[in-house]
């Protein structure tokens, strides 16, 4: 392809002059073709019109984010940056070639002007500005000139309330197409919006809204002047002025041109304004004269960069990229970020010792010419390009696996705004760019797919919340369908909850709740919700009786106490006549059901409580039973009624007295119903499970007394951390608390190791203590607490001698009926 061939020609002239499609067709009458376009949007669009002549296993289309090239490929639609240079086709074109004097792209531009050839015909297509370049550096060049097919003439300006319809609005930024466009919505019912960040998807999908006309204005950037073909008679600029990626200037009158002569089509007319009349956003006589007659400065120079450039070594690269062309058009191209990057990455001492080898220098310019779809910056840009540089570096050279998938995983949400969906697209365009380069992967064309389809899938959702935002369709069938009269509302409920009129989301219905669409306008709020309450009640008995029926791994107790089926609340868990005895409140969502609904859902919920309470925690129905046994003692009553009331575990000591007056035959009946009656405690070690102890510290919130639950499965915790409590079910000891369960252990083996020695000293096994993590401080603690006292001079090794139980625990006498409430009271705060 490269070098000089026979059969130049340059096409140029204003735009709706039929150069592109010109050159489809000189492409397609040869046995092979390939055609570079400035936008990837275009590229798309000309490829489908040549896949419906050609069929879709002869034609390829190759852009940075997109590579589809069947094996019998013969006709490429490509964007420049992407050309395949070293193919051997009958036909080249490059479209939009006077592009080569843009300060940021211009080089590619210019590099394929000088360099694409096709072996049987070359065609250059420009704008009538490019001439002289074209006869200065291509000089066996044909230059054909070509007329606009219709008359553009300035219309003046117009504010946007008065802006006929089939208009489109050109803005430069993002922030200021959305604004136009909000103002649309607002006034004229809605806009299409079409940005060159989009993906071919989205803009496809708002391009066919506007040709359709379901909406009679279009929003765009500067991108709808390269080509992208839509009716439009009226084109309007919201400003004159864009930022340059270096500075905030002027358009110039061949950049006006360009967009102002996408109205009209073929043989019809088209018209151009400002929405302003006055100021630097008007257009002076001498500007509106220079477009309405097509007369544009000619450029006198063109971007240049070299296109081969030297790859023996990083530093030659960058000498030979930053060579300068010869006396004449041609200028040096301004730092690109590529070349940016590449000189941020030849300072790190590691990039160069990898890039040795020409083959590793050549692949380590691929990776700095990854765009910066984020529009990031140099110095993040350089960084991400930094860590994939590191990774193709190394080992096989390949992106790992792992980093990519968890990459594109985290884009893969189709939830949040305009502005959020468009960032992830941009994200995944970095990442399909990865993916379509053949030897960066191990499996390039399964991941080449699946960031296709998450950009669709994103593309699909930005389209969805753009017509959302700025189209107001809902309103306009609310009141196309029903008047007056909120009965009449054809409202049809969808199988995620989506309430529709006439396909056009009202709301959603969230278990029992009709909650109205966010961006709906204060004056619809009331009308959405009086239709939703007639249409919805027989759907939410519906409901009702498939919570009354519900399995019961299909309800779930949330965090905060509240019962959840299908990921809404339903009820709430409430205070009963005692711990182990709660009761569930229906939440205020079910108002809406009549009495008998309210019951039978109520009657399912109350007995999956009480078999979540049979399964989590049978102790608490345990000790509520002999709590109220009139055949118990009131000993037995008291502890039971004190273990219920602290969710089955307890401290001993303020309990001491009617543990001592409990006779074999109830010690036997407490440990039955799997309470522990340790030397410290009293507790049911099962409720030391995660489960269990996350359902008794709901039980325990829900009277009032929140608990903060331990890390699962810890044995000893920092005293004052999350957890370390006795209520928890860790003892504090020291700077420690250690659980209760591990506390008896000890204790238990303590006391072993002092069997037979009276209250002579004795040196407990501190094994036990040393495994799970007790420190010496702890340790000291816990045996004065068992009521040892330290002998001896050996610090490292003391010994302890039986003292007897504490004066402070001395037993007290058995309780009677009347001490019940206040002991309870005591160990439930204990």
């Given at each position: 392809?490269n070098?000089?061939?026979?059969?130049?020609t340059?096409?140029?002239?204003?735009?709706?002059?039929?150069?592109?499609?010109?050159?489809?067709e000189?492409?397609?009458?040869?046995?092979?073709?390939?055609?570079g376009f400035?936008?990837?949007?275009?590229?798309?669009?000309?490829?489908?019109?040549?896949?419906?002549?050609?069929?879709?296993n002869?034609v390829?289309?190759?852009?940075?984010?997109?590579?589809i090239?069947?094996?019998?490929?013969?006709?490429?639609?490509?964007t420049?940056?992407?050309?395949?240079?070293?193919?051997?086709?009958?036909?080249?074109?490059l479209?939009?070639?006077?592009?080569?004097?843009?300060?940021?792209?211009?080089?590619?531009?210019?590099?394929?002007?000088?360099?694409?050839?096709?072996?049987?015909?070359?065609?250059i297509?420009?704008?009538?500005?490019l001439?002289?370049?074209?006869?200065?550096?291509?000089?066996?060049?044909?230059?054909?000139?070509?007329?606009?097919?219709?008359?553009?003439?300035?219309?003046?300006?117009?504010?946007?309330?008065?802006?006929?319809?089939?208009?489109?609005?050109?803005?430069?930024?993002?922030?200021?197409?959305?604004?136009?466009?909000?103002?649309?919505?607002?006034?004229?019912?809605?806009?299409?919006?079409v940005?060159g960040?989009?993906?071919?998807?989205?803009?496809?999908?708002?391009?066919?809204?506007?040709?359709?006309?379901?909406?009679?204005?279009?929003?765009?950037?500067?991108?709808?002047?390269?080509?992208?073909?839509?009716?439009?008679?009226?084109?309007?600029f919201?400003?004159?002025?864009?930022?340059?990626?270096?500075?905030?200037?002027?358009?110039?009158?061949?950049?006006?041109?360009?967009?102002?002569?996408?109205?009209?089509?073929?043989?019809?007319?088209?018209?151009?304004?400002?929405?302003?009349?006055?100021?630097?956003?008007?257009?002076?006589?001498?500007?509106?004269?220079?477009?309405?007659e097509?007369?544009?400065?000619?450029?006198?120079?063109l971007?240049?960069?070299e296109?081969?450039?030297?790859?023996?070594?990083?530093?030659?690269?960058?000498?030979?990229?930053?060579?300068?062309?010869?006396?004449?058009?041609?200028?040096?191209a301004?730092?690109?970020?590529?070349?940016g990057?590449?000189?941020?990455?030849?300072?790190?001492?590691?990039?160069?010792?990898?890039?040795?080898?020409?083959?590793?220098?050549?692949?380590?310019?691929?990776?700095c010419?990854?765009?910066?779809?984020?529009?990031?910056g140099?110095?993040?840009?350089?960084?991400?390009v930094?860590?994939?540089?590191?990774?193709l570096?190394?080992?096989?050279?390949?992106?790992?696996?792992?980093?990519?998938?968890?990459?594109?995983?985290?884009?893969?949400?189709v939830?949040?705004?305009?502005?959020?969906?468009a960032?992830?697209?941009?994200?995944?365009?970095?990442w399909?760019?990865?993916?379509?380069?053949?030897?960066?992967?191990?499996?390039?064309?399964?991941?080449?797919?699946?960031?296709r389809a998450?950009?669709?899938?994103?593309?699909?959702?930005l389209?969805?919340?753009?017509?959302?935002?700025?189209?107001?369709?809902?309103?306009?069938?609310?009141?196309?369908?029903?008047g007056?009269?909120?009965?009449?509302?054809?409202?049809?409920?969808?199988?995620?909850?989506?309430?529709?009129?006439?396909?056009?989301?009202?709301?959603?219905?969230?278990?029992?709740?009709?909650a109205?669409?966010?961006d709906?306008?204060?004056?619809?709020?009331?009308?959405?919700?009086?239709a939703?309450?007639?249409?919805?009640?027989p759907?939410?008995?519906?409901?009702?009786?498939?919570l009354?029926?519900a399995?019961?791994?299909?309800l779930t107790?949330?965090?905060?106490?509240?019962?959840?089926?299908?990921?809404?609340?339903?009820?709430?868990?409430a205070?009963?006549?005692?711990?182990?005895?709660?009761k569930?409140?229906?939440?205020?969502?079910?108002?809406?059901?009549?009495?008998?609904?309210?019951?039978?859902?109520?009657?399912?919920?109350?007995?999956?409580?009480?078999?979540?309470?049979?399964?989590?925690?049978?102790v608490?129905?345990?000790?509520?039973?002999m709590?109220?046994?009139?055949?118990?003692?009131?000993?037995?009553?008291?502890?039971?009624?004190?273990?219920?009331?602290?969710?089955?575990?307890?401290p001993?000591?303020?309990?001491?007295?009617?543990?001592?007056?409990?006779?074999?035959?109830?010690?036997?009946?407490?440990?039955?119903?799997?309470?522990?009656?340790?030397?410290?405690?009293?507790?049911d070690?099962r409720?030391?499970?995660?489960?269990?102890a996350?359902l008794?510290?709901?039980?325990l919130?829900?009277?009032?007394a929140?608990?903060?639950?331990?890390?699962?499965?810890?044995t000893?915790?920092?005293?004052?951390?999350?957890?370390?409590?006795?209520?928890?079910?860790?003892?504090?000891?020291g700077?420690?608390?250690?659980?209760?369960?591990?506390v008896?252990?000890i204790a238990?083996?303590?006391?072993?190791?002092?069997?037979?020695t009276?209250?002579?000293?004795?040196?407990?096994?501190?094994?036990?203590?040393?495994?799970?993590?007790?420190?010496?401080?702890?340790?000291?603690?816990?045996?004065?607490?068992l009521?040892?006292?330290?002998v001896?001079?050996?610090?490292?090794?003391?010994?302890?001698?039986?003292?007897?139980?504490?004066?402070?625990q001395?037993?007290?006498?058995?309780?009677?009926?009347?001490?019940?409430?206040?002991?309870?009271?005591l160990?439930?705060?204990g």
């Amino acid at each position: 392809m490269n070098g000089s061939s026979s059969g130049v020609t340059a096409v140029l002239g204003p735009t709706n002059t039929g150069k592109t499609h010109l050159a489809v067709e000189r492409m397609c009458a040869h046995s092979s073709g390939m055609i570079g376009f400035p936008l990837r949007l275009l590229a798309r669009e000309v490829y489908d019109r040549v896949v419906a002549i050609k069929g879709a296993n002869r034609v390829a289309l190759i852009t940075g984010e997109e590579k589809i090239v069947p094996a019998d490929a013969r006709w490429f639609l490509c964007t420049a940056e992407s050309m395949p240079m070293d193919r051997d086709l009958a036909f080249v074109g490059l479209d939009e070639a006077q592009l080569g004097a843009d300060p940021e792209r211009g080089h590619v531009f210019t590099d394929r002007l000088l360099r694409a050839r096709g072996r049987e015909e070359t065609m250059i297509l420009g704008s009538e500005a490019l001439r002289p370049m074209i006869a200065s550096l291509v000089k066996d060049a044909d230059i054909v000139g070509r007329p606009r097919f219709s008359t553009l003439s300035y219309a003046g300006a117009k504010k946007i309330s008065r802006l006929p319809k089939r208009s489109a609005i050109v803005a430069f930024s993002a922030e200021e197409v959305y604004a136009v466009a909000e103002m649309l919505r607002r006034l004229r019912g809605g806009a299409a919006v079409v940005m060159g960040a989009l993906s071919p998807r989205t803009r496809n999908a708002q391009v066919a809204m506007f040709q359709a006309g379901e909406v009679d204005y279009l929003v765009a950037t500067d991108a709808i002047g390269m080509g992208l073909n839509m009716d439009v008679t009226h084109m309007a600029f919201a400003s004159l002025n864009k930022f340059d990626g270096r500075r905030s200037r002027r358009l110039t009158v061949a950049e006006m041109a360009q967009i102002a002569g996408r109205a009209g089509r073929h043989q019809r007319d088209g018209t151009f304004g400002a929405l302003s009349d006055e100021g630097p956003g008007a257009f002076t006589p001498e500007e509106v004269l220079a477009i309405e007659e097509h007369r544009f400065p000619r450029l006198d120079h063109l971007y240049w960069r070299e296109g081969q450039p030297d790859l023996s070594s990083i530093d030659a690269l960058i000498a030979s990229l930053e060579t300068r062309p010869p006396p004449g058009v041609l200028r040096a191209a301004p730092q690109a970020i590529d070349l940016g990057v590449l000189k941020r990455l030849a300072e790190e001492g590691w990039v160069r010792d990898r890039a040795r080898h020409p083959s590793m220098v050549a692949r380590l310019w691929a990776a700095c010419g990854l765009p910066d779809f984020r529009k990031v910056g140099l110095d993040p840009h350089a960084r991400f390009v930094s860590r994939l540089f590191g990774h193709l570096s190394e080992g096989r050279g390949h992106v790992p696996h792992q980093w990519f998938a968890d990459e594109i995983a985290r884009l893969d949400q189709v939830a949040g705004d305009v502005e959020t969906l468009a960032g992830r697209i941009a994200a995944t365009r970095s990442w399909a760019y990865i993916a379509n380069r053949p030897n960066w992967l191990a499996e390039p064309a399964h991941w080449a797919e699946r960031t296709r389809a998450i950009e669709e899938r994103l593309s699909d959702a930005l389209h969805a919340s753009l017509t959302q935002r700025f189209v107001d369709k809902r309103t306009t069938a609310l009141m196309r369908q029903i008047g007056a009269d909120p009965s009449a509302m054809p409202v049809t409920i969808g199988p995620e909850g989506e309430v529709m009129v006439d396909d056009h989301p009202i709301g959603r219905l969230e278990g029992f709740r009709f909650a109205v669409a966010a961006d709906a306008r204060a004056t619809d709020k009331r009308l959405l919700l009086a239709a939703a309450e007639k249409r919805l009640s027989p759907e939410r008995l519906r409901r009702a009786e498939a919570l009354a029926a519900a399995e019961h791994a299909a309800l779930t107790l949330a965090d905060d106490g509240t019962l959840q089926w299908g990921g809404y609340p339903v009820a709430t868990l409430a205070a009963g006549v005692s711990l182990g005895r709660p009761k569930l409140a229906l939440h205020r969502d079910l108002d809406c059901l009549d009495k008998a609904a309210r019951a039978r859902v109520g009657g399912r919920l109350d007995r999956w409580l009480a078999d979540l309470l049979a399964r989590r925690l049978p102790v608490l129905g345990s000790l509520a039973t002999m709590a109220r046994d009139p055949a118990a003692s009131p000993a037995l009553r008291a502890v039971a009624g004190a273990l219920e009331a602290a969710g089955g575990l307890a401290p001993r000591g303020p309990l001491r007295g009617p543990i001592d007056a409990l006779d074999a035959g109830e010690r036997k009946r407490l440990r039955g119903a799997g309470i522990t009656i340790g030397a410290l405690d009293l507790f049911d070690p099962r409720l030391l499970k995660p489960e269990p102890a996350r359902l008794r510290a709901l039980l325990l919130q829900s009277r009032g007394a929140p608990m903060v639950l331990p890390p699962a499965g810890a044995t000893v915790l920092a005293r004052g951390s999350d957890g370390a409590a006795l209520a928890a079910g860790y003892r504090p000891l020291g700077r420690q608390a250690v659980r209760v369960d591990l506390v008896e252990r000890i204790a238990r083996a303590t006391h072993d190791a002092r069997s037979g020695t009276g209250r002579k000293p004795f040196a407990p096994d501190p094994a036990l203590a040393v495994s799970i993590g007790l420190e010496p401080v702890a340790l000291d603690r816990l045996m004065a607490e068992l009521g040892f006292r330290p002998v001896g001079k050996a610090p490292d090794a003391p010994q302890w001698v039986w003292r007897g139980r504490p004066p402070a625990q001395a037993p007290a006498p058995p309780p009677t009926d009347n001490a019940f409430a206040a002991l309870a009271a005591l160990v439930g705060h204990g």
